[in-house]
């Protein structure tokens, strides 16, 4: 019943096969980078906090080559509505690029916009397997293996160090998308790691690979293949609604308030401010707790601390759904189970799961008859970060 996730070597022929075929050779450079899925940790990367995610098997790819004079020309083989190719000139002091139609290739633009070494122009051919608004960071993918790419087709991979090229890819899409994103995605499709996930510190920005190796547990990536249409401003109005309680707490973002302090916020702001407060103090403290727990073997603990992110999620930072609750609710009731939540932003998109391996199937069997959509699963193993793959 899980669905499988596309080898990357089927989607290189792919994505090379359509290159040779639109311009006319083959690409000389394969840039690879991951999507992700969130153990626990939601919406506190902007503020400050801890996260916890995985690298996922599901890739983008960017494959092509560099080319004389001026010009970018892109391609993507991505099922969208929009024109699926586009072309900009390579920006320069006089002419920087601007965001604009297609939306996708605003990724692409704001991460050559931002690569740190020589701008050129360059033929490419981008692929993904990773989820488009799944909640597990398929523009974080764009953005990464983007850059990549361009580290390959200018001989630099590597030159950069791993934050300033993270930092690059969330700058992009702060400045194109406009989307006022916090670190950890940019950072885990950079620095992940396989049979490990990684507890990222967002505000001294580090990290430490914790291993996830038992063979005797899954992750079960439950996509709800739903995606609420919002008007845009659900994700900065929280941030927003974060930064207001943190100053009044004198404090420079809630990392550094207690549970304490909500007794003296509670005075201070709506309920509506407090219970975002709520989540995210909550949730920071969470996110360390989960980390230990899994580093010990511990799953009951961290099973019960991603069913408590869940309901701060629905209840308190009210970015859950009805359908993703229900697909939560529905791994609960099942033997071997031992926990499940939301995962990525919200408003539709996946939920994650930890259960015992041979208790899977009936997971999956036991979602699909209480669901009232249609689920796809995805049983997943934490992969490796950004590549470049010899063509």
């Excluded at 547990?217 to 930064?243: D, F």
């Excluded at 707490?249 to 302090?261: G, M, P, Q, V, Y």
């Excluded at 580093?295 to 069913?307: A, I, N, Q, R, T």
């Amino acid at each position: 019943m899980a669905t499988d996730i596309p080898k990357v070597d089927d989607l290189l022929k792919t994505a090379c096969a359509a290159f040779e075929k639109r311009f006319g050779c083959k690409p000389e450079v394969a840039g690879c980078a991951p999507g992700r899925v969130n153990l626990i940790g939601e919406h506190t990367d902007y503020n400050e906090g801890f996260v916890f995610p995985m690298a996922l098997p599901q890739v983008t790819l960017v494959v092509g080559r560099k080319v004389d004079g001026g010009l970018c020309r892109v391609v993507t083989l991505a099922d969208i509505k929009e024109n699926k190719e586009v072309e900009f000139n390579v920006p320069t002091a006089a002419a920087p690029l601007q965001p604009g139609s297609p939306k996708w290739a605003n990724y692409v633009k704001g991460v050559v916009a931002n690569f740190k070494g020589d701008k050129v122009g360059f033929d490419a051919v981008i692929i993904t397997s990773v989820p488009i608004g799944g909640g597990v960071s398929s523009s974080a993918s764009i953005e990464v293996a983007t850059y990549t790419f361009l580290e390959g087709v200018t001989g630099t991979f590597g030159q950069v160090d791993k934050k300033e090229k993270a930092l690059a890819c969330q700058k992009a899409e702060h400045e194109f998308p406009g989307m006022p994103c916090g670190i950890m995605d940019q950072f885990i499709s950079v620095m992940g790691e396989k049979d490990n996930a990684l507890l990222i510190d967002c505000r001294s920005v580090e990290s430490r690979l914790v291993p996830m190796k038992d063979p005797s547990v899954a992750i079960l990536v439950t996509n709800s293949n739903v995606k609420h249409e919002l008007t845009g401003t659900e994700y900065p109005t929280r941030r927003r609604q974060c930064e207001l309680t943190a100053k009044l707490l004198n404090k420079k973002s809630l990392r550094e308030a207690t549970e304490e302090d909500l007794k003296e916020l509670k005075v201070k702001v709506d309920d509506e401010h407090f219970r975002r407060a709520r989540h995210v103090i909550g949730e920071i403290k969470r996110t360390e707790e989960a980390a230990t727990a899994l580093e010990s073997g511990d799953y009951d603990k961290f099973g019960k601390l991603m069913v408590e992110s869940h309901n701060a999620l629905r209840d308190d930072y009210e970015v859950s759904c009805p359908e993703l609750d229900q697909l939560v609710k529905a791994a609960m009731e099942v033997k071997g189970v031992y926990g499940s939540r939301m995962t990525g932003g919200g408003f539709g998109g996946c939920t994650v799961t930890l259960v015992k391996k041979d208790e899977v199937d009936k997971v999956m069997e036991h979602i699909q008859e209480c669901y009232k959509g249609t689920a796809t699963f995805y049983v997943c193993v934490a992969d490796n970060g950004a590549r470049l793959i010899n063509l």
